[in-house]
């Protein structure tokens, strides 16, 4: 069951219980040894990543490449025909304690702020291997998340994140798959905050025409309920809108000469974000198109919630 939040007026509160309760990170020369040891196939590697942060790396027989980061479960790059479609800002930092600015973060369990810290927990938790596989020369690797003290320090629940990427010739897909291991019900609202390298200028989305709009612009806290009406949408300056029950297809023209279509299965919801001068130093080299889960999913003991993202390159 999915409700949407009774209020878009947020307060962050990160407590110092929460900082308190965060794991002791494992050194990075074990954690790259220990991510190895659940690596089974060839095309999928797992290195040293930039602040020895363990790295692990997808490579397509047909040439294409992924990066991402145990940290987090961030993918940060993907390349086709050497050309990545992806972006991380230039002030993202790697040292497994502040969340990775850019690329394909997670929001978990929940969106934009609220009574826990900003987006939740899981970009800034460490995520393990459980398994690799090889289809017709495609990597295939699963992350997973699970309940700890730091997580329970601000949201006091068990519960399980698998967290499953594919690389293909033309194509990375995501599927995130959220289990409710705990004796009682919750609840969370989840995003995945993609990050494409563009042309601002030039960058335009297209399949959202009709949508419900709850536009951030200028209040965030009281975003003023509307409907889109264009059929190509702009960044002309700051950008930030939820477009409600959004299509399960949309398309992005990076302004580089590149379109990418993206496909989801059960995210409700799409989200627009360029903070325009608020970032001055990078905001006209990326937009964030994102698949979001905006309102509330509610799961008891033992049921799970999944969703599926297809990022393509025409």
């Not at 790295?55 to 479960?73: C, D, F, I, P, R």
């Not at 690389?167 to 897909?173: G, H």
């Not at 889109?228 to 580089?256: H, K, S």
Request: one cysteine or more.
């Amino acid at each position: 069951m999915v409700a949407l939040p009774a209020t878009w007026s947020f307060s962050l509160t990160t407590s110092a219980a929460a900082a308190a309760a965060r794991p002791r990170r494992f050194s990075r020369f074990s954690g790259v040894t220990m991510a190895s040891a659940g690596v089974n196939v060839e095309n999928v590697k797992v290195t040293k990543g930039l602040g020895d942060l363990p790295k692990v790396t997808l490579t397509s027989v047909h040439g294409s490449e992924a990066e991402l980061y145990l940290y987090g479960g961030c993918v940060t790059s993907w390349k086709v025909a050497n050309k990545d479609l992806l972006f991380v800002r230039p002030d993202a930092v790697f040292n497994g304690q502040k969340p990775i600015s850019g690329g394909i973060p997670h929001c978990f369990p929940q969106f934009g702020p609220g009574a826990i810290q900003q987006h939740g927990f899981a970009r800034n938790s460490d995520w393990s291997i459980v398994s690799s596989e090889n289809v017709e020369g495609n990597p295939t690797i699963t992350l997973e998340l699970k309940d700890g003290p730091y997580s329970r320090s601000m949201w006091d629940y068990s519960f399980q994140a698998l967290y499953k990427v594919t690389l293909d010739k033309n194509t990375l897909s995501t599927e995130l798959k959220v289990t409710n291991t705990d004796e009682k019900p919750f609840s969370f609202t989840t995003a995945l905050h993609t990050y494409f390298a563009a042309l601002v200028p030039g960058a335009t989305v297209r399949g959202l025409k009709g949508c419900k709009t709850l536009n951030k612009d200028p209040d965030p806290k009281n975003p003023i309920e509307g409907a889109e009406e264009r059929d190509a949408i702009t960044f002309p300056g700051f950008v930030d809108c939820v477009y409600l029950e959004a299509p399960a297809e949309i398309q992005l023209d990076n302004g580089l000469g590149d379109v990418i279509t993206i496909k989801n299965t059960n995210w409700s919801d799409a989200v627009l974000w360029n903070p325009h001068l608020t970032m001055e130093a990078c905001y006209k080299d990326f937009v964030c198109v994102e698949n979001a889960q905006i309102g509330e999913v509610q799961i008891g003991p033992n049921e799970s919630w999944t969703a599926v993202q297809q990022l393509s390159l025409a």
